[in-house]
């Protein structure tokens, strides 16, 4: 970045909130389908995720319910086609094979679905077996994103995992033999761990052959088991000596750190997630999804009922939406930048009218304010978080909140 010239961004004043929304094309669209039941509960998770009852899953009406949702969201996507599909949860491997072929069939027949769409399927060891990826890839899936968390036995029972490492293993060699495309989803900063055991964690997925790591470091988050009572975590510097030791291994060995927690080999980075830090646009459907879609009269946010039984229920009356709010002009510069300061790589300059609809003035204050404390570069085409602001992204983050 240092190489090419800076641009002179000038400070102006914001514009009022009656500022026009003026979009010439909507942005990438990508689907979202939440699975929302998993065998148990983790004490971690703070996701829409429910253990299974005794009764077991309504696989059958669920699907049902997710076809009918699609096809009432129909004329919202008219004519757009579809680039990506991430079906998470929850576990969504505990769909039969079966199932997904139906589910994505319909998706296929309701939408413009791309030729080449990525397919990502979400799974959790010890909820699949060799059989069921083979069912998976022949429905459609192109991509599994496996829950590993931890190849420690130790850990993964404090963690609350259903599986243990040789499980952990096991569903890996399988994933590698049906797909090209395979994310692990590792965690550190985890109870008791120490520096020796995140390397180790780390080289056992190195060793994998996996084209995609996700390292998450491990939060608190509320409303969670162990939010209420906190386990023993590593200290700041033994988890920040974590967080250096993996980003450091992963560029030895050529991944590319592309994203705050996402590590991908060359060319195989997840472009599902991709199209969200982009600020591009999905359609959500399930119990519980998200989902974000623009349009000449401005960007929407949508979510689904959340509650299994009430998602359930609202298929019954074909009332599948339970909030839906417009994004005002206020808000629209920190969601995009909420989402796009977390790309190594930042955005193009361009990309912020062309995704938002508003002229480059509007944050052209708070970039300059961020450039002055060693948060981003900025040159002619982009504006890139520096190593500061990609470690202190929160406090980057704050500069863009609404006033």
């Given amino acids: 970045m ?6 002179p961004l000038v400070s102006e004043p914001p514009l009022p909130e009656n500022t ?3 979009l010439t094309a909507p942005p990438p669209l990508s689907l979202y389908v939440h699975f929302p039941w998993c065998v148990r509960k983790c004490p971690y998770c703070d996701f829409n995720s429910h253990a299974v009852r005794d009764g077991g899953i309504p696989e059958a009406a669920y699907i049902d319910a997710l076809i009918a949702d699609l096809e009432a969201a129909l004329p919202q996507i008219w004519g757009r086609r579809i680039h990506t599909v991430f079906i998470g949860g929850g576990t969504p491997s505990l769909i039969s094979p079966e199932g997904l072929d139906r589910l994505l069939a319909a998706v296929r027949s309701l939408t ?15 909820t699949v077996e060799a059989a069921r990826f083979k069912g998976f890839r022949e429905a459609g899936v192109t991509r599994v994103s496996l829950g590993i968390q931890s190849f420690n036995d130790e850990h993964l029972k404090v963690l609350g995992r259903i599986h243990d490492a040789a499980e952990a293993r096991v569903a890996v060699d399988q994933a590698m033999t049906h797909f090209e495309l395979v994310n692990l989803d590792l965690m550190y900063a985890l109870p008791g761990q120490s520096l020796d055991q995140a390397r180790a964690d780390l080289e056992t997925a190195l060793g994998s052959g996996a084209t995609h790591l996700s390292c998450y470091h491990l939060t608190l988050e509320p409303n969670t088991p162990f939010h209420a009572a906190p386990p023993a975590l590593p200290d700041d510097d033994l988890s920040a000596d974590m967080q250096d030791m993996i980003e450091a291994r992963l560029a030895e060995t050529g991944f590319t750190h592309y994203e705050t927690s996402a590590f991908a080999r060359p060319g195989k980075a997840c472009r599902h997630n991709l199209n969200y830090w982009h ?11 998200h989902g974000k879609l623009s349009s000449h009269a401005g960007i929407v946010r949508e979510m689904r009922h959340k509650h299994p039984a009430a998602y359930l229920a609202g298929a019954q009356r074909g009332d599948f939406v339970q909030e839906r709010r417009s994004v005002s002009v206020r808000d629209l510069p920190f969601e995009f930048m909420m989402n796009a300061l977390r790309l190594t790589d930042g955005f193009p300059l361009a990309q912020f009218g062309a995704h938002t609809g508003l002229p480059l003035a509007v944050v052209q204050p708070r970039l300059i304010e961020a450039r002055k404390a060693g948060f981003v570069e900025i040159d002619e085409e982009r504006v890139v978080p520096t190593a500061h602001g990609r470690r202190f992204l929160n406090e980057l983050l704050q500069g863009f909140l609404p006033d």
């Fill in 112 to 126: 413009l679905l791309a030729p080449a769409a990525e397919i990502t399927l979400e799974a959790n060891p010890g």
């Fill in 20 to 22: 026009a929304i003026e």
């Fill in 279 to 289: 600020f591009g646009d999905y359609l959500g459907i399930g119990a519980g999804a």
């Fill in 2 to 7: 240092s190489s090419r010239r800076v641009i």
